[in-house]
């Protein structure tokens, strides 16, 4: 079973930045996208940005408007490692962080479209 883990969540300043990692327990065909999703206290989990894992697949990062500009989605295939940089966090980025993997290519902004998820990984934007 793969299994994702996520690290680098903390507590941060408005206007700072933090680099979010997702290690993949093994090399798998069976995942063919990766993404980024959040949820804050009370809120519904939101995707954030999706990275095209299968190394045959060239479609670009995608970015939820909330984060476009500010956040870069990127991965390792070869490390087996997908990272998420963030920077000029606001409060409104607070949330728990989680790292998902799916073997569909289509639908990635919807959560049930993932069968693989990390524990969640904190990260807290504030003065």
């Known amino acids: 079973q793969v299994q994702l883990v996520e690290s680098g969540g903390g507590l941060v300043q408005p206007g700072g930045s933090l680099r979010l990692s997702c290690a993949v327990s093994e090399h798998t065909f069976s995942i063919i996208t990766m993404s980024w999703f959040r949820q804050a206290p009370d809120k519904e989990r939101e995707f954030v940005a999706r990275?095209?894992?299968?190394?045959?697949?060239?479609?670009?990062?995608s970015y939820a408007d909330s984060v476009k500009g500010r956040f870069t989605v990127s991965g390792d295939n070869a490390e087996n490692t997908l990272y998420l940089q963030m920077n000029a966090l606001t409060p409104e980025d607070t949330a728990v962080y989680y790292c998902?993997?799916?073997?569909?290519?289509?639908?990635?902004?919807?959560?049930?479209?993932?069968?693989?998820w990390g524990q969640g990984t904190q990260v807290t934007v504030s003065s």
């Open positions: 990275f095209a894992w299968n190394p045959w697949n060239e479609d670009l990062p």
């Open positions: 998902a993997g799916s073997s569909r290519n289509t639908h990635y902004i919807f959560a049930a479209t993932y069968e693989y």
